[in-house]
């Protein structure tokens, strides 16, 4: 015998239609999301010519070259969510005083496919911008006569322009688009009203045998010493050996002092060893994993060298150096 097929009850029905509504619902959604145009998706993958169709090109700043043009929409960047732009990067420069990053794309007019990304990073100060510059420093850089510190590589530019530090890099290293892009560099100095400014700091430290383009400026913890701040070093080729060279300045002679004497202190309780030399006990060298360190003071400024590898070219090096700071202090 046949059995009879039970049919569905009313409410099996009702059930069975609403879910049927809500993959309707879902997949119109999803059309429709993606349908709607998103700036911020779009400028994140690969340009071209129907890119740059739906790019918001009239947002062009006004110191763009006339042979380049608008290529994404503009960003702009906090420190809230720097991390969505430069995951990765974001905590040297939160740790340096980050304010905010303007950023965007722009192509020659001439050649959509050559392209070049800029970033603006205000920094707040001019030595929280040069401190990240020098902290980014390639190695490959050959400098540039566009601002004070600045200089340029393969495929890219940097440099620093009052309280911003500016990279540029382009898709490829065309000579069109780096001369454009110099040009946008230009532009932009010009219009930020930024008067060229220099770190009267650097000028404490020698200059005869130093390396060009070794200037950095560390903010915070420099050599792992956590009381040691706004330190402006330089590197230093003496006699075959490198050696790098300090200086910070204190409110006033005391806290010199005082800074010196926990530098110091510092180094010795992480095994190192002071050496015996003429002069004051507080002047005395410091052996720590085989290299030399020398620390002192001159008025309200605190120097000497870092990790020298030998200790004739690290006593001739902090010498000319405390000469300086002497001459400065009178």
């Known amino acids: 015998m046949r059995q009879s097929v039970p049919h569905p009850g009313v409410t099996e029905k009702t059930v069975g239609y609403l879910i049927l509504f809500c993959l309707a619902a879902i997949a119109?959604?999803?059309?429709?999301k993606q349908r709607t145009f998103n700036p911020a998706v779009l400028v994140a993958q690969?340009?071209?010519?129907?890119?740059?169709?739906?790019?918001?090109?009239?947002?062009?700043?006004a110191w763009l070259p006339?042979?380049?043009?608008?290529?994404?929409?503009?960003?702009?960047?906090?420190p809230d969510n720097l991390y969505d732009k430069i995951d990765g990067k974001a905590e040297l420069y939160l740790s340096a005083g980050f304010v905010r990053l303007n950023c965007q794309r722009f192509a020659l007019k001439s050649a959509?496919?050559?392209?070049?990304e800029w970033f603006v990073y205000d920094m707040g100060t001019l030595p929280k911008a040069f401190s990240v510059f020098t902290v980014q420093r390639r190695p490959e850089g050959q400098p540039l006569d566009l601002t004070q510190y600045s200089y340029k590589t393969q495929n890219a530019l940097y440099f620093v322009c009052g309280s911003n530090y500016i990279e540029a890099v382009a898709s490829s290293p065309?000579?069109?688009?780096?001369?454009?892009?110099?040009?946008?560099a230009r532009n932009f100095v010009t219009q930020s009203g930024s008067s060229e400014s220099s770190l009267g700091q650097l000028d404490l430290l020698p200059k005869e045998n130093l390396v060009p383009g070794s200037y950095t400026l560390q903010t915070a913890n420099a050599f792992g010493f956590d009381q040691f701040t706004n330190v402006y070093t330089a590197q230093y080729k003496i006699g075959g050996s490198e050696i790098l060279?300090?200086?910070?300045?204190?409110?006033?002679?005391?806290?010199?002092?005082?800074?010196?004497?926990?530098?110091?202190?510092?180094?010795?309780?992480?095994?190192?060893?002071?050496?015996?030399?003429?002069?004051?006990?507080?002047?005395?060298?410091i052996e720590i994993m085989d290299t030399i360190e020398m620390v002192f003071s001159a008025?309200?400024?605190?120097?000497?060298?870092?990790s020298a590898p030998r200790m004739e070219p690290a006593a001739k090096l902090a010498a000319e150096l405390r000469s300086r700071l002497?001459?400065?202090?009178k």
């Not at 006339?66 to 906090?78: H, Q």
């Not at 910070?248 to 004497?261: E, G, I, M, W």
């Open 326 to 329: 002497e001459q400065e202090s």
């Open 299 to 306: 008025g309200s400024y605190v120097a000497g060298v870092h």
């Open 66 to 78: 006339p042979e380049l043009k608008a290529f994404g929409a503009p960003e702009s960047f906090t």
């Open 174 to 184: 065309n000579e069109s688009l780096m001369q454009a892009m110099v040009a946008l």
């Open 28 to 32: 119109a959604g999803v059309f429709i």
């Open 112 to 116: 959509l496919d050559q392209w070049l």
């Open 46 to 61: 690969p340009v071209g010519e129907a890119f740059v169709g739906q790019a918001n090109v009239g947002e062009a700043v």
């Open 245 to 285: 060279a300090f200086v910070t300045s204190c409110p006033d002679v005391p806290k010199a002092a005082a800074l010196r004497d926990a530098y110091r202190a510092f180094l010795l309780e992480n095994g190192g060893k002071e050496l015996s030399a003429t002069g004051s006990a507080a002047d005395k060298p």
